[in-house]
């Protein structure tokens, strides 16, 4: 069998003895939203079947709240307080809560070397994570905001605020939810930060802040969702106050965007561990 020389064929011109060989060209990076909707449509159709009866009794959970503080609290201020952190718990419980234990047991699984070989951003997963379990509350939210009103009396007129309160204070919430999975050294430890958090937000956001101490009010400006619990309450009122309604809502926005980064960064430390 005889051998060609390489440079007889076309093209086959050797390569100078002692030169580098070049190193393939990479294929060009994934954009961060063609990839935020791909990680969303994937975590909305995983998690459906599982996070629908969690939905449940998170509605459920937030009804039975009103439905007992309806025996303390007769109007006003204070039913608007409860009508609006019962319909925000909702946000709370999933948002918070189960995206917590998620990336726990994600990270304690190994579930993050798999996102990690995907050609995905970081940020992508989070967000994409973080919102398909925000909009697993919208239709408890607003059921919770409707009973609350027929419950206690308030008017259903300025509901469609709810428009922006649900992904505010989901991202808010997410954002921490993500975070604190993700930086728990274990997964059960992860559950107890997420289940805390959502006890926070049940006690700091549905009682009525006027008959808490100083320094309870001054742990709930901390908590995120009270801005949005805030908010919502504003347009209860016969005259809201759009003013302070956005201002509330911009505070909830702002604190979103630095909890998702934060949950980014976590994502990050983790993926390369």
């Known amino acids: 069998m005889s051998a060609v020389p390489a440079e007889v064929l076309p093209g086959g011109a050797r390569a100078p003895q002692g030169a580098a060989p070049q190193a393939a060209e990479l294929g060009p990076r994934a954009r961060l939203w063609p990839s935020l909707a791909a990680v969303y449509r994937a975590q909305l159709s995983r998690a459906r079947v599982a996070r629908i009866p969690l939905l449940f009794v998170a509605t459920f959970q937030s009804v039975g709240i009103m439905i007992l503080m309806r025996g303390v609290v007769d109007g006003g201020s204070e039913a608007r307080a409860v009508v609006a952190g019962s319909a925000v718990l909702v946000v709370a ?56 009103c027929a419950l206690f009396g308030l008017p259903l007129v300025n509901l469609w605020i709810l428009i922006a309160v649900i992904p505010l204070a989901g991202a808010a919430l997410a954002g921490l939810g993500a975070a604190l999975g993700l930086l728990a050294p274990r997964p059960e430890l992860a559950t107890l930060l997420g289940q805390l958090g959502m006890s926070a937000a049940l006690l700091l956001g549905v009682l009525p802040p006027e008959r808490m101490p100083e320094v309870v009010r001054l742990a709930r400006d901390l908590l995120p969702s009270t801005y949005g619990v805030e908010a919502f309450a504003r347009t209860f009122g016969p005259h809201p106050d759009w003013a302070r309604v956005l201002a509330d809502l911009a505070v909830c926005g702002g604190v979103g965007v630095i909890s998702l980064g934060v949950a980014t960064w976590a994502y990050r430390r983790a993926a390369v561990r």
Do not use: C, I
Request: hydrophobic share 55%; net charge neutral; charged share 5%.
């Open 93 to 148: 419980f999933v948002a918070l809560n189960l995206l917590a234990q998620y990336f726990g047991q994600l990270r304690a699984g190994g579930g993050l070397d798999h996102y990690a070989t995907l050609p995905v951003p970081p940020a992508a997963v989070v967000l994409g994570a973080a919102g398909a379990y925000a909009s697993f509350t919208v239709p408890g939210t607003f059921v919770t905001a409707v009973f609350g």
